[in-house]
């Protein structure tokens, strides 16, 4: 038992520590500053590639600010905030990143658009700079020259783009863009309040099991019912809105057996207190396996992992784990390549497969690849001879060619970045598909270069440090497991879907915490930062019960 002694020096030091609101208050305010500059050179760039971005999207993204400032007085003066800001910070900044991203690529009109219409507007692009640079580069003798005369030049001003979209203020207040948000920034607010109270902690602990069961049914029922490629209502991912539920259940059945797993022999906790436990740490999994959803069952067992060892401390328990991941990953690299799926879902072979062969198709004929190959056949209304083996396998490459477009385009756009990046608005992010997503790593890379990426990778590893230093700055195993696994959630999707940008893992599909562009994720990673806050504002200055 902590001794309230050790406990007020713990309070006292956390106080000591955290840097001052006014400081993160500036921080802010330069956030701010620097994204005006982006937005505006976003514009400028448009207009040298015949283009007008939308420049009231962009007052609209700017005006985030205001409820962002109104949350941060909220904090500091209405709540009088005693934790790390740190966090908050960090959170903004990468969420003004995001926004820009997204600006930049939605204000393209190649972006999103298909077909002709694609084309047009890349030829459109392609023409206005080449008249701007006949027209900033050339004297007037080789004008004449070329054109016959200095007034025959075309002007840029005559190349407009067709697929240019203009938004009315209804449109951005109609938006799910414009509300999102603000909804993220509210679910932050209750979070905050929530979870600062002692009796909701409690609560939540006592009724750990409940909560994950009543948690379970319904996604469950979401997943096997309505949910279509691993999303319902539209683009809307079931996993986004339990994943903060199923972490508080964990914890709070963590946090009544700890005590019981510690007592191991040959590293292995007694079968009474271990089957039951991992029987229900394993039931949020079995959906995710449902979806065939790699990269979500990834971060949850990580996290999942993270916590035990976090509660547990048992050296051998730390390297039967890492034997068994070696053995899974093993054993889907091996089956990448596979005849049969060994009762692994075809979508996981898939990742495997474009992960070690991301330029090298699969056979048509290969179990998980064959629908695809034929799908491709008849959105193209093509009809092959199956007895023509050089025109099978010259589609079958096509098919490829088009199915892994987007890993092979994003690793194509990190490596054009190179230190600088080629500037905001100036690379070609835009032919990536849905990069605004599970790509915007890349499209940040591309136009920013390392420079911009190394900002963004200290913001993500000053989140995990200030989150992990809540996590054991709290005295209570239950909120230290849920700091913890909060940071953990962030730090761990981060890093799966930066490692399959770049390829050093599988791509899974999942976002970039606070930068993707996405709802729920948006919201959920809003949620969360609020309970960090709260559990760190619980530590900051208010003295736990014994």
């Known amino acids: 038992m902590v001794t309230r002694t050790e406990q007020a020096m713990g309070a006292r030091t956390a106080r ?54 109104a949350v941060f007085l909220w904090l500091t003066r209405k709540q009088r905030y005693r934790g790390e800001m740190v966090l908050f910070t960090a959170a903004v900044f990468l ?21 002709s219409e694609r084309a047009a507007a890349r030829e459109a692009k392609a023409q206005t700079i080449r008249l701007l640079n006949i027209e900033t580069g050339y004297d007037d003798e080789k004008k004449s020259f070329m054109f016959g005369s200095e007034d025959a030049v075309p002007q840029t001003s005559a190349v407009r783009l067709p697929t240019a979209r203009k938004y009315s203020l209804i449109d951005i207040l109609k938006s799910a863009n414009t509300y999102i948000p603000l909804a993220a920034l509210f679910a932050f607010a209750v979070a905050f309040k929530l979870f600062q109270r002692e009796s909701v902690l409690l609560w ?18 979401l997943v096997l019912v309505f949910s279509k490629g691993g999303k319902f209502l539209g683009q809307t991912t079931p996993w986004e809105g339990v994943k903060v539920l199923f972490l508080v259940s964990f914890a709070g059945m963590l946090t009544d057996t700890y005590n019981h797993l510690r007592r191991t022999r040959w590293g292995v906790p007694p079968v009474r207190y271990l089957v039951p436990f991992a029987a229900i740490a394993v039931m949020p999994i079995v959906p995710f396996f449902a979806l065939s959803d790699f990269g979500q069952m990834l971060v949850f067992l990580g996290v999942y992992a993270l916590l035990y060892f976090v509660a547990v401390r048992k ?34 072979h898939f990742r495997f497969y474009q992960w070690l062969h991301t330029w090298e198709p699969p056979p048509a004929d290969t179990w998980w690849w064959k629908k695809d190959f034929e799908r491709y056949l008849e959105i193209k209304g093509l009809a092959p001879d199956p007895s ?40 070609f992010p835009e032919t990536v598909p849905v990069s605004d997503s599970d790509f915007i790593y890349s499209a940040i890379a591309e136009e920013t270069g390392l420079a911009g990426t190394l900002a963004l990778l200290g913001t993500l590893a000053a989140f995990v440090l200030a989150g ?40 899974t599909g999942i976002t970039l915490p606070f930068v993707s562009h996405g709802g729920w994720s948006l919201i959920t990673s809003f949620a969360m930062l609020g309970i960090l806050l709260a559990l760190s504002h619980r530590g900051g200055g208010q003295q736990p019960k014994t």
């Open 95 to 115: 969420f003004a990143v995001g926004q820009l991203a997204q600006y930049r690529l939605f204000s393209d009109p190649e972006y999103g658009a298909r077909g």
């Open 16 to 69: 000591q520590s955290r840097t001052r609101p006014s400081l993160h208050f500036f921080v802010i305010a330069a956030i701010l500053v620097m994204a005006l500059i982006g937005y505006a050179a976003v514009i400028w760039s448009g207009h040298v590639r015949g283009y007008e971005p939308s420049k009231l999207v962009a007052a609209r993204d700017l005006a985030f600010f205001v409820p962002i400032f």
């Open 204 to 221: 939540l602990q006592r009724h750990a099991l409940v909560i994950s069961l009543t948690t379970l049914f319904p996604f469950a029922l």
């Open 468 to 507: 992990s230093a809540i996590s054991l700055a709290t005295t209570d195993m239950f909120s230290k497991l849920l700091a913890a696994g909060l940071t953990a959630f962030i730090g761990l999707q981060a890093v799966v879907n930066m490692g399959g940008v770049l390829r050093l893992l599988p791509m």
């Open 388 to 427: 023509n083996a050089g025109e099978m396998r010259r589609l079958n490459a096509e098919a490829w060619s088009d199915k892994v477009l987007q890993p092979s385009q994003g690793i194509f756009g990190v490596h054009e970045g190179g230190v600088l990046g080629e500037g905001l608005g100036l690379g």
């Open 315 to 348: 050296k051998s328990q730390v390297a039967y784990a890492i034997a068994l991941v070696a053995v899974l990953f093993a054993m889907f690299f091996a089956t990448s390549n596979a005849t049969t799926g060994f009762g692994v879902p075809g979508r996981v």
